[in-house]
């Protein structure tokens, strides 16, 4: 299976928004609503921020969202804070076993 | 509270076995499936596999198949990764994990570093 294709970074200023986008198939993202979003800080294990395209868990700030169009899932990042710079990777369900993007470092400028 | 614990880190040698562990604690362990993620040195996340405790129902990730064996013991709310014989490509950082209905993580372990080095 191939992994989805997220940028390899993005950046922005404090108080700016950024978008992370996230590509798969008709297969994985296209086909399910499982799309998940994944924030890894360095030397730390990674940490739910958006599941099901759109869905934040309890603790998660307002100024992260999801969305997903066609073959495409999408996180934003609004109002961008420094402790956001981190590695943020998206993860879609593929029909008995599911798929990672490759990553995109966010650096906050 | 919800816990994921892990076994420590481990240095093997090319063509040894190894069998790491994840102990679940604060909810029913049977429940939800746990699933197991590398991340080789400064790369991204991949699956590996998900296991059912309940009934051992097991899936791999088609790239892990036959490379890697997961199983559970329920009576100790424990899931075991397991390498029959290690690769120096084996090295890398694995965590397991709770996954919900909707496939994503809730929850995650402190991760177990493999180092596989003659």
């Known amino acids: 299976q191939s992994a989805l294709t997220q940028p390899r970074s993005v950046s922005g200023s404090p108080g700016q928004s950024v978008t992370i986008s996230c590509t798969g198939t008709?297969?994985?993202?296209?086909?399910?609503?499982?799309v998940s979003w994944y924030q890894q800080h360095p030397g730390k294990a990674p940490k739910l921020m958006i599941y099901d395209v759109s869905k934040r868990p309890s603790g998660v700030p307002d100024r992260f969202s999801g969305s997903k169009s066609g073959n495409t899932a999408s996180l934003t990042i609004s109002g961008l804070q420094a402790e956001d710079e981190a590695d943020y990777y998206c993860c879609s369900y593929a029909g008995s076993y599911t798929v990672f993007g490759g990553g995109t470092k966010l650096t906050v400028l | 509270e919800v816990q994921l614990v892990q076994s420590g880190a481990e240095v093997k040698k090319p063509g040894e076995s190894l069998k790491i562990s994840c102990k679940g604690s604060g909810y029913s362990f049977t429940g939800y499936w746990i699933g197991w993620v590398r991340q080789m040195p400064g790369k991204g996340l991949e699956w590996m596999g998900i296991i059912h405790p309940a009934d051992s129902d097991t899936r791999y990730s088609p790239s892990f198949q036959g490379q890697v064996t997961i199983s559970v013991d329920k009576s100790i709310s424990t899931a075991f990764l397991q390498w029959s014989s290690l690769k120096a490509s084996d090295t890398a950082m694995y965590y397991c994990?709770?996954?919900?209905?909707?496939?994503?993580?809730?929850?995650w372990g402190q991760g177990t570093l493999v180092t596989v080095s003659s």
């Open positions: 994990a709770r996954v919900r209905s909707g496939w994503f993580v809730d929850y």
């Open positions: 008709s297969s994985d993202v296209g086909a399910y609503n499982y």
